[in-house]
């Protein structure tokens, strides 16, 4: 059990678009607060590495929505304080996917699959739950759609360059064989963006009360500084 948030807040979310931070960064504010970490990205993710043992099409709707529904995620603790920027472990009924789901083509799945209303649908009743008791959750719709009533929200964007340079990176510390190059990051991320912006259901958007944080000249330490100052004064009415 997480011990009480140091501030009084029992729910903060953060959302922005894919090499902006707010993974890294919502990792550290939740054990700053002490309360669970909600990455729903890592919900998508690991859906579609379920399709793709399965054998559902990333673009079968209705098959990748029976899927979610009875999608058997758990998320376990954050690391140790001395990993501040380590993976939560994943798991996915008995078997752990924290690695296997940070991927580039796993990465590319989770986009496409969370672009489907069907899907999209499915998961929000289990991000609603995982989050019920208090979290930091963070992902691209926190404030608009899944928890559009919560009272701390902020949006992390960065430069592109500076988006795929650290998409790149975290590829790297990951990947089996050759590291992608930066250009091919760079357009890999355009096309997310796009997709991510112009999707139906749920899209990639700024909540109009969340406070906008641009990490581009910023280290993840001086972001949850800004975060925190945030916290410390009084929520939004």
Known sequence: ??????????????????????????RRLARHLGLPLLDTGAIYRALALVARRRGVSWDD??????????????????????EPDAAQTVWVGDDEVTTEIRTAEIAEGASRVS?????????????RALGAKGCVAEGRDMGTVVFPDAPFKFFVTAALGE????????LGATAVGDQ??????????????????????????????????????????????????????????
């Open 61 to 82: 709707e209705d098959g990748l929505a029976r899927l979610a529904q009875d999608l058997p995620i758990r998320f376990g603790g954050l690391p140790a304080p001395e």
């Open 115 to 127: 672009a489907l209303p069907g899907v999209r649908r499915a998961l929000l009743d289990l991000q």
């Open 163 to 170: 988006r795929a340079a650290r998409r790149r990176a975290d």
């Open 180 to 237: 992608p190059s930066l250009a091919l990051v760079r357009a890999d991320l355009e096309s997310r963006d796009a997709r991510d912006s112009t999707r139906s259901a749920a899209p990639l958007a700024r909540a109009d009360d969340a406070v906008v944080i641009d990490t581009t000249a910023l280290d993840p330490q001086g972001v949850l500084d800004l975060i925190l100052r945030r916290l410390h004064g009084p929520p939004r009415s």
């Open 1 to 26: 059990m997480s011990a009480p948030s140091k501030v009084g807040v029992q729910l903060v979310v953060i959302d922005g678009p894919a090499g902006a931070g707010k993974t890294t960064i919502a």
